[in-house]
């Protein structure tokens, strides 16, 4: 059952959809005698208000919904058109379900809208073939969609915070904990977790591919790191240092400006004051470094370690800086650095979009594998539905339209409660039927009511009630159009059944694990990605040259990691996993991979070198080192995909004597560092395969790659 906080927007939004649909339905039907109207004045709402998820509330969720209206025209009229036979309405039904479905790689509030769409195209594309009744059929669209806006209006849902405002409250309060101001650490992770898109309303995540969307979400990402390294910052001893001190004076500055920015509107300042005070932070690190060196100095490597991780934490501030201003101002004047990280930055909106398009155009990609099993289960619905002239056919897709899941478990769980549901509402709905005969007036005045309960109690008790209900709300309504009987109820049994075995076997044929197994590999192939770029950047840090050699190439990296995002998205959001912490820590490979990255841009720019190179000693650490974190990336993403490598070592620590005259302090802080990820990464994935209750078959791992 919902929570009871969500009990009020679901009877607001029954209410909604009945006033709308009936404000339209009667008068069209009662009034203007137009049936085929009333008709799609009725189920407009429907598809709209209940199938479809619109984001926003009061006059931002009106204004989506007559976003939809001309969309909604043109997909009723291409079904008005290809009803000539089944194969051209067939076809027409595989080219619009992909398309619809595959939307989704706009974001949610576009994945929100596709269901009622499709819905439109179905209803269009039976039989009887009538291009004459285009008029009615628009006309009645039109009616139940505008009366289904005014509806948002007059009973609109309370407001949530926008994405933003959630953002600026997160730069505020690592704003406040860079100041010194004994914010405690839990707090400030606890901030960061608060922006984590699973934790946000689908229609205020920042995930179209428009260059501010991107931006918001790259500066989300940032703030989340930020506020975890400045709570591991508050839990390590304190210590005498000025000039880190001073770098986290202006790290504060420069999130309460973008703090104020977001919440305000107006442009923040041009970015680079606090890669200015980064330099001059990296220029007294030199100095410190070469004191420490000098000999009869004292040991300063705890200082130059701490600083270490102080200027890690002011990139990640530069970064949420950078993408502040680019939601803010669009195309920067200057490409900011590094270029992979804001690739999108000088690129056109048309460019972008192809990017993402083309980007998810694989079958490796979880939203081209749900858009061609929808299209696969809708067209083949519309091919059986019209080669046996089903009564009603229309309710054979809308069962695989609704009961369609990602996973054939979690399909076939909701088939069965769906087909007793509407056993139980077929049997009500034909008592209704004989005992009501032709009595026009009362079915008219159940209908409201059922349209009431159905609405309501459906998503607040499950599928088996939804579908009940619905099949009494379907009977009250047809049989005031038309005269029928008892098997009508027969009828709808019938195609709900034919639309769940269509769905059921095209979820069997077609990736039946859902995001489970995707999730593995995108996991694993960031992993190997991820761990090829340790030793260039070792190397890099090596280097005694004043001209450092170009920093690796991280584009690969971060399509993989866009890949592994949105399997991790779907796979959580299956039903089932939410609470299944059985399984790998799928978030620790994310942080294991951003680790990795930010290095690769951070150590390059700022990496405290050696002043006249490395010892042999620690150059051969440090490389062995690098090659050794390669090898237990790869390893470790074997181990996720089922594979049984050999046992891993841990990264033995430096060698006695390597100071910061011999051996860059930040590239041992950040191996180390990540040598303690994996370890903690490889328990997690070690358990799972020693749990007796494991689900899948490592081996079919194994063969689906090798295909």
């Known amino acids: 059952m919902t929570a009871g906080a969500g009990r009020p927007a679901v009877l607001r939004r029954a209410l909604r959809i009945t006033l709308a649909a009936l404000a339209g339905f009667y008068p069209l039907l009662y009034a203007a005698e137009r049936p085929t109207a009333a008709l799609y004045a009725l189920f407009a709402p429907i598809a709209v208000g209940l199938l479809s998820a619109i984001p926003g509330s009061g006059r931002r969720q009106a204004l989506v919904v007559l976003r939809v209206l001309p969309p909604a025209l043109a997909l009723a009229a291409l079904g008005t058109a290809l009803a000539v036979n089944t194969w051209a309405a067939s076809g027409g039904m595989l080219a619009v379900g992909f398309l619809l479905a595959f939307a989704a790689v706009a974001g949610p509030r576009a994945a929100g809208a596709a269901p009622g769409l499709q819905l439109f195209y179905i209803l269009a594309c039976f039989p009887p073939y009538d291009p004459d009744s285009l008029g009615d059929r628009l006309t009645g669209l039109t009616v139940g969609i505008l009366l289904l806006a005014a509806t948002e209006l007059l009973l609109p849902d309370p407001s949530v915070p926008a994405y933003r405002q959630r953002l600026a409250d997160a730069v505020g309060t690592a704003a406040r904990g860079a100041s010194g101001a004994g914010v405690p650490p839990q707090n400030l992770r606890d901030a960061g977790a608060r922006m984590r898109l ?35 910052l508050a839990e390590l001893p304190p210590a005498a240092d000025p000039a880190s001190a001073a770098l986290l004076g202006h790290i504060a500055t420069v999130c309460d400006t973008c703090a104020q920015s977001l919440r305000t509107g107006r442009p923040p300042p041009v970015p680079g004051a606090l890669e200015e005070a980064m330099r001059g932070f990296q220029s007294a690190r030199v100095r410190l470094a070469s004191e420490a060196s000098a000999p009869g100095s004292p040991p300063r490597t705890d200082v130059l370690r701490r600083q270490s991780r102080v200027l890690a934490l002011a990139e990640s501030a530069r970064i949420v800086e950078v993408a502040v201003d680019i939601a803010a101002n669009g195309r920067p004047a200057d490409q900011p650095a590094p270029h992979d990280l804001f690739w999108y930055a000088r690129l056109s909106t048309p460019r972008l979009w192809a990017r993402r398009v083309l980007g998810n155009m694989t079958l490796r990609s979880v939203l081209f594998q749900n858009a061609v099993r929808i299209a696969l289960g809708l067209a083949a619905a519309r091919l059986v539905a019209g080669s046996l002239d089903l009564a009603h056919g229309f309710w054979v897709l809308l069962a695989v339209l609704t009961l369609g899941r990602t996973t054939v478990g979690a399909a076939w769980k909701a088939v069965r409660e769906a087909l007793v549901g509407n056993a139980v509402g077929a049997l009500a709905a034909g008592a209704l039927l004989i005992g009501l005969g032709s009595h026009t007036d009362a079915y008219a005045a159940l209908l409201a009511p059922a349209m009431l309960l159905g609405f309501s109690l459906g998503p607040l008790l499950g599928i088996a009630y939804a579908q009940g209900l619905f099949t009494l709300v379907v009977a009250t309504a047809f049989a005031q159009m038309t005269p029928v009987t008892w098997q009508l109820s027969e009828a709808r049994m019938i195609d709900v059944a034919t639309g769940s075995a269509i769905g059921l076997l095209c979820g069997l044929l077609a990736w039946p694990a859902g995001a489970r197994r995707e999730a593995v590999r995108a996991m694993a192939a960031l992993l190997r990605t991820c761990g090829t770029l340790v030793p260039p950047t070792a190397e890099d840090l090596l280097t005694p040259s004043p001209v450092a050699p170009a920093p690796p190439r991280t584009l690969p990296s971060l399509h993989r990691l866009r890949l592994a995002e949105a399997a991790y998205a779907q796979y959580r959001s299956e039903s089932g ?56 990336t790869g390893r470790i993403a074997s181990l996720l995909i089922g ?65």
């Open 577 to 632: 996993t939410a609470a299944d912490d059985t399984g790998p820590d799928w978030h620790a490979v994310l942080l294991v991979a951003d680790h990795i990255l930010m290095g690769a841009y951070r150590l390059p720019r700022f990496g405290l070198r050696p002043g006249n190179g490395p010892s042999p000693p620690c150059a051969d650490w440090a490389r062995a080192s690098a090659s050794h974190l390669d090898r237990e």
């Open 198 to 232: 699973s934790r946000l309303p689908p229609s205020e995540r920042p995930a179209g591919a428009s260059r501010t969307d991107r931006a918001l979400e790259q500066a989300g990402r940032a703030v989340r790191r930020l506020l975890d390294q400045l709570a591991t």
């Open 643 to 707: 594979d049984r490598p050999a046992p891993g070592t841990p990264l033995v620590p430096p060698p006695e004597g390597c100071s910061p005259a011999t051996l860059s302090v930040d590239l041992e802080v950040w191996m180390t560092s990540l040598g303690l990820q994996l370890t903690r990464l490889e328990a997690s994935a070690a358990q799972t395969h020693r749990s007796p209750d494991r689900r899948e078959d490592p081996r079919e791992d194994r063969r689906e790659d090798r295909r």
